[in-house]
Structure formats: C-alpha cells, structure tokens
C-alpha cells in the first residue's frame, strides 16, 4: 500500500531564515505531488504541483520554491522566510487520472518569529 | 475552469439528529467530486467520491453523499451524528478532462453537540 511521509510536524522559524519542508510517497511510482497550505484552518491554498521529476508547476507567485529531485520527493523551500509564510502547510499525492482523489500527509505547522 | 462552493461555513446540530453539509459545483465537463474530513492539525482524510454510477454514494464513517447533476450538488449526509463528527469538512471537484489539481471548497466546520 502507499504511505505519505511528511516532516517535521511543528516549524518554528525567524524571519529572514530558509526553510525546507520535506514530502516523500512510498508504494508507488510517477505520482502527482502537491503543495498547499492552509491559514487559520480553513480553506486550502494550491501552491505547486508537479506530474513528473523536474517538472513543478507554481501556482501562486510567492516567496516559496519547489523541487522535485527524485520520483517520490517533493521539497518545499524559502530562501528568507516571511511572516506571512506562517501556515499549515500539506503535501499531497495522486495516481496521474482525474478520477483519484488525493492522499495527504500529515502536515506541517510553520510558525515564523 | 472548475470551481466548488460550499455555502455554510458552520453547521451545528445535535447529537442523534441526521446531518447534510452542502456542496456545489461548478465544471466545464462531467465531474469528479470527492469529501474530505480534516481533525486539528491533520491532514484531509478521503471520506467518498463520486466518480459514475448511482448517484448515491456511500463512504466512510457512516457518511454518504447525493450527486444532484440538475441541481449540480454534492451534498454530504449522515442519518445520525456523532459528537466525534465534529471536524472541518471539505467539498473537492476535479474535472473529467484530465486537469492535474483538484479544486477544494472553503470548508465547512461541522460542530456535533451532545
């Protein structure tokens, strides 16, 4: 069966510090990766897919970055981060079809100071 | 493009009494539609999907759904509510087409009272 990993589970982290949020997927191989975050515990923010190695599609112009460095990892990444970056951040993945749902990690809670 | 409303941000009911949280629509094409439920500080847990077929589908936790194609709705429901129900519900619609992302509603934050 496929699991989803994602770590850490809390963040806290200084304005202007780089972060690097981590995703990997097991049991499977090509899946859609998806980044989103979610503020206050409400609605959900896509902020990057990618359908293969290499290929990340942005959303949302911000200052945040994903990489996708092997089939079944998935990086979120800030150079300097921002107050505003503070969230509830969620990997996802999916068999490549529209017709599967998705399966989400855990998440990670980002405070920035 | 597609797009899914869930007008209510909050449904209270009562411990026992059946529930429904409401789901509409919005897809140039036939639709994928999908319930998920989110505890605090967890992620999306996969409820149901309507794919094709019967357009009452049942899932897990004793919820089921209505797909309504005239009325374009999905709304969830339950004949009897749990006060560990409560939890923050989201309505998602992916189209037949083939788009890579899902579309997610705002949420609807079910509160199950004793």
């Known amino acids: 069966s496929q699991t989803i990993h994602q770590w850490p589970a809390t963040l806290v982290q200084p304005v202007g510090s780089p972060l690097s949020l981590e995703c990997t997927v097991e049991?499977?191989?090509?899946?859609?990766l998806y980044w989103y975050r979610q503020a206050a515990g409400r609605g959900l923010q896509l902020l990057f897919y990618s359908v293969g190695i290499g290929q990340i599609s942005s959303e949302v112009p911000q200052n945040l970055s994903a990489s996708r460095p092997q089939d079944r990892q998935f990086i979120l990444s800030s150079k300097k981060l921002l107050l505003s970056d503070s969230g509830f951040y969620l990997c996802?993945?999916?068999?490549?079809?529209?017709?599967?749902?998705?399966?989400f990690g855990s998440g990670t809670r980002l405070t920035v100071v | 493009a597609q797009s899914v409303a869930q007008p209510e941000d909050q449904v209270n009911v009562a411990e026992g009494n059946p529930l429904t949280v409401k789901c509409t629509y919005s897809?140039?094409?036939?639709?994928?539609l999908f319930w998920y439920v989110q505890y605090p500080n967890r992620g999306l847990q996969f409820l149901l999907k309507?794919?094709?077929?019967?357009?009452l589908v049942k899932g897990s936790y004793g919820f089921e759904a209505e797909f309504n194609k005239s009325q374009t709705s999905f709304h969830l429901k339950k004949p009897s509510a749990l006060v560990s129900d409560s939890a923050l519900y989201f309505c998602a619609v992916r189209d037949i087409r083939g788009y890579n992302d899902m579309r997610f509603g705002a949420g609807t934050r079910l509160t199950v009272k004793p």
């Open positions: 049991g499977t191989s090509n899946p859609n």
């Open positions: 309507y794919i094709t077929g019967d357009n």
């Open positions: 996802a993945w999916s068999f490549q079809g529209p017709n599967y749902g998705y399966t």
């Open positions: 897809v140039s094409g036939n639709p994928y």
